[in-house]
């Protein structure tokens, strides 16, 4: 080892791994010194502890030696990471762990500790969670500069007690102080510690210890993310006074820092209030903030001085070891018998005379309703379900994708010799030598794909030099191996014409918003005379809301498979994609290649998850189509994490005006809507944030404008919820906040305003029961508990709130096709080109099929996501169990119907000669009806006849009723939080909501996906947020360490109810989609419930720590 540089130890290798695969390390050597004998804790001769540099954080952390003598540094290691992180990593690995500086893991940007000389793209970038001590800051292109913090919580308690290292190297073995372990970036700021070469940590030494220690970390969600501040203390008492006391901080330097002055005034003091508030101070003098971390010297003396409390008894722990916590708000794994959220059926009504409630003598839906297991369950959970990624296809090649390393520019040259020449590797791909393609198709799917207000980049992939956005697909190298064709795309290098690029939606190229969202809803209403009447009004306000960009983060990456074969002399593709729209995409690969529709087939037999990706980002499967075209071999192409940042779309970032006038009694006057977003250089996508406002309340004087801005991003998508989701959240926070002028209850704020018919069309609602929600919402609650003063119900030091928010979805029908047969064997097989993304479709569309099919659901299949079935429309917008629903059953009443005829022509049939509407289908059994005894099983009437099986389909699509009726989904939900004031901390303790949303067709998968979206607004809510460098314009945030999705311990008691009215206009189901109504309402629910607690009014997402902080 001292005698190779390039050689590196391997232990536990969880954070060594990420670097590897990030291309941040590359090692000449890997010496394996997991299996050395150094896993003990022993008790040291003479006192204190021995732990071997090979122990597991889990064994540590729950080792009795460890945490009954030294209990900081017991919370420390279980406030880091995951449970099975713990399980994997060693206790010398976790504190030589490198930074988390975004910088560090993106080879793209400067970062002088991966590339010295390069310069820190963090001090004039993202800086949210960088040093504010012992940082070198000569300026962002120096040499020197670099203002990373130390990620390792262990490293911060073994600090505050004094820790001992013990090496073994090649100058044999030696022990170094603890404080001696690590550097600050002066001169060489590669370095993170002392250590040379061939230096291997075999031990660390615990000094005897009798004291109070304690450890705190307040980060951005509950588990599995690194500490914005951290804090230890380790006090030396005797008689009831501190003999010695050591403090060490995390987050704030590149090495855990002592706080040795603060520590002088502990010695040989009495505990006590004001003690330990002066101490808290004295801590964090001399520290200097950047532009996003200004936050972090309150938040380190808030930690101080509760840590002093809490270790010394003069305040209880506020939760589970290691947290700032409060423990009565735990998440599901924290809450003793948790709730079991409900989906019942509360009221029924009737239809109208043209729908009928029977069928061949008998309930029509006997099957439907039922709380039935999904009937993909178990392949999903036995690893037999196929995604895009795992068909098996013969002589497979896979190819890697190199992305761009600027924002805007042109390319000059790539060069791929060096590529080419490694092994394996069969081909790069690149603009140069890519086959033509021809433009998107302006249309598909019944959307507008390409040009303003297009859900689709109007640009095809490697067709041209031009850099429009960080991190586009500029090549693809494919080679025999995964390994090898990522191994050949670091070899791809490629100069540049650079430009500055364009990231302000305030300066940059603009236009109002195209006049349709998508090519069908109207976005612009309004104009002086609604000012006029806000201003005219007895109460008026205007506040401004703001929200980031979101990524969508299936747990699936993209991922496709393409075939190219020959068939009778003409091109044929198979692609195997992880798409949500089968027929759409066949239509943009058949008209970008010049194929006959018929000549392509997209299969999509299970997603892992979509949220609104999946569909509109295009060149992810064209590329792969290209790749294998250009390799003659079927290839395989798996997105990486990073790169779903870039090419898999995002929600924009919305910048939302909401200006309302009503009078003393809360009644609305007035009110206008102004959002401004923006798209890519090449997309025409508009998150359009007045979607909820225009129809939601009755308001005489209603208006909506909007702005689009042109950037150097990368394009946007929908995303669950578009514009209802984050425009519900301004528009739902200002009547909070109108309700608070007027000291008015939220819930009858909104009873107040309440819409009889759709204020945008003037149509009636189809099934509007949305005053049902608010009353049932308040008793299943308990809303009467909510105080009508903030800042006035605390539990500890935490504030206790409660909030209120309505949301709504359109509950949307669109045209769809299935197809069933019934096989001699009494079974039956339907099937649609819909998708699987989580929703329960299989399950569902079965169950559907199944009534109306007249068999028992275990006797139906249903498959889908394959072109080869009958169409089906894109699986977004909660539209598929309205569209598609009907189609499926439709079907299998033809397939029944068809039947009928068969036997009643059959010779030999019990049932011949009689008419078919005289027969009746029940069971799997064709009868006379009022003669049950008198008929044929469905088996024996296709044996009599003759025919192995018998198919029929439907085209099912809406009728007048659109011009009729204004079709939605309504729901009303409620939240509690905690928020602790000195901390920022904020948990949500509960939500509940309430649905109107149609007939269940299962309540159990009904139930996840409310459940699932509530989870998912309080993500958005609380803590998701993806980052471009405000320089460079290239994306920060790339990884889900990174990028805070909702932990067990984040997620709180979830309550679902939902009325379970069937819509009587919808379709014969009377069913709604469900898939978007759980997050809606959520972030405004919990940003009100925030201001109950505490009087501060968040009006930017996420609700961080550092914002409740800097909060007024």
Known sequence: MSGDPGAQFLAGGTSQVDLLKEHVQRPTKLVDISRLPLSGIVTAPGGGLRIGANVKNATASDHPLLSGTYPGVAEALHSGASQQIRNMASMAGNLLQRTRCPYLRDTAQACNKRDPGSGCAAVKGYNRIHAIFGQNDQGATSANTCIATHPSDLAVALAAHDAVIVLEGGDGRRE???????????????????????????????????????????????????????CAVALDMDRGRVVAGRIALGGVALKPWRAREAEKLLAGAEPNRQLFHEVAAKALEGSHTYAMNKYKPGLGRALVERALLEATGLERLQGKAGTVFAASVGGIAGVRGAKKAQATVSKTSS???????????????????????????????TGTATYAAEWNVQGLAYGSVVDSTIACGTILSIYTADALAAPGVIAVVTHENAPRLAAYPQQ??????????????????????????????????????????????????????EKVPELDMDHARRMPFPPLFAGAEKMQKGGEEVKAAIEAAPISLTREYETPVYHHNPIEL??????????????????????????????????????????????????GGAFGSKAWSFHNPMLVALAARVAKRPVRIEWRRQQVFSIGGHRPALHQTVSIGADGKGRLKALQHD?????????????????????????????????????????????????????????????????????????ELRLANYAETDPDTGLPFSNKHLRECYERGRKLFGWEARASRTGTKRVGNDFVGYGFSTCM????????????????????????????????????????AADGLRLPVDHVQFDLGDTDFPTAPPTHG?????????????????????????????????????????????????????????????????????????????????????KKFAFYSFGAVFAEVRV?????????????????????????????????????????????ETVFDPVSGMPVVRNLADYHVPSCGDTPEITVEVLGIPDPYISQLGAHGVGEMGCNGVPPAITNAIFNATGKRLRSLPVTPDKILGAS
């Not at 005379?353 to 006997?366: E, L, N, V």
């Not at 909506?704 to 929908?718: G, T």
Request: charged share 20%.
């Open 176 to 230: 170094i102080a603890f404080e001696d372990l690590y550097r600050l970036p002066y001169h060489r700021p590669e370095l993170d510690s002392n250590l040379l070469q061939g230096d291997m940590i075999i031990r660390i030494d615990l000094p005897a210890f009798r004291g109070h220690s304690h450890y705190l970390k307040v980060r951005d969600r509950a588990s599995y993310a690194y500490g914005l501040v951290t």
């Open 351 to 381: 239809p109208p005379a043209d729908r009928r409630t029977t069928m061949d003598g008998a309930p029509i839906f006997r099957e439907v309703g039922r709380d039935i297991p999904r009937a993909d369950g178990r392949k999903k959970v």
């Open 444 to 497: 598909g799917g019944g959307f507008q794909l390409t040009g303003d207000g297009g859900l689709g980049e109007a640009r095809q992939p490697l067709q041209d030099a031009t850099v429009y956005y960080g991190a586009q697909s500029i090549a693809v190298v494919i080679a025999e191996t995964s390994e090898q064709a990522r191994y050949g795309a670091t070899l791809v290098r490629v100069t540049y014409d």
């Open 558 to 607: 993209l991922a496709s498979i393409a075939v190219w074969n020959e068939t009778d002399g003409a091109d044929t593709l198979t692609l195997y994609d992880a798409t949500r729209s089968v027929d759409m995409l066949r239509g943009v690969i058949a008209q970008s290649f010049g194929l006959p529709e018929s000549n392509v087939r997209v299969v999509s037999k299970f997603i």
């Open 675 to 747: 959002s401004q977003t923006h798209t890519s250089q090449v997309c025409g996508y508009t998150e359009f944030g007045g979607r909820m406002t225009k129809m939601m309340y009755d308001v005489p004087q209603l208006g909506f404008s909007n702005r689009l801005s042109y950037l150097n991003l990368p394009s946007p998508a929908v995303m669950r919820g578009p514009g209802f989701l984050m425009g519900g959240w301004a528009l739902e926070s200002a009547l909070d906040e109108l309700a608070c002028e007027l000291g008015m209850d939220p819930v």
């Open 809 to 848: 979805h359109p509950a949307s029908r669109v045209p769809a096709s299935a197809r069933a047969t019934i096989f001699s064997d009494g079974r039956a097989l339907v099937c649609s080109a819909t998708h699987e993304l989580g929703n329960g479709t299989y399950t569902i569309f079965a169950q559907i």
């Open 878 to 962: 909660s539209l598929t169990t309205a569209s598609v629903g009907p189609a499926v059953f439709e079907a299998a009443r033809n397939a029944v119907e068809a039947l009928k005829a068969v036997s009643a022509r059959t010779a030999g049939s019990p049932l011949f000669g009689i008419a078919a509407s005289a027969i009746d289908a029940n069971n799997g059994r064709l009868s006379i009806r009022g003669q049950p005894e008198i008929g044929d099983s469905y088996a024996e009437a296709l044996r009599r006849a003759g025919l192995p099986h018998i198919s029929a389909g439907s085209d099912a699509a809406p009728g007048d009723e659109t």
């Open 980 to 1024: 602790d004031a000195q901390t920022g901390v904020v948990r949500v303790a509960r939500l509940c909501g309430v649905y109107d949303c149609g007939r269940l067709m299962n309540p159990r998968t009904a139930h996840s996906q409310l459940m699932g979206g509530m989870i998912f607004g309080l993500g958005q809510t609380l803590m998701e």
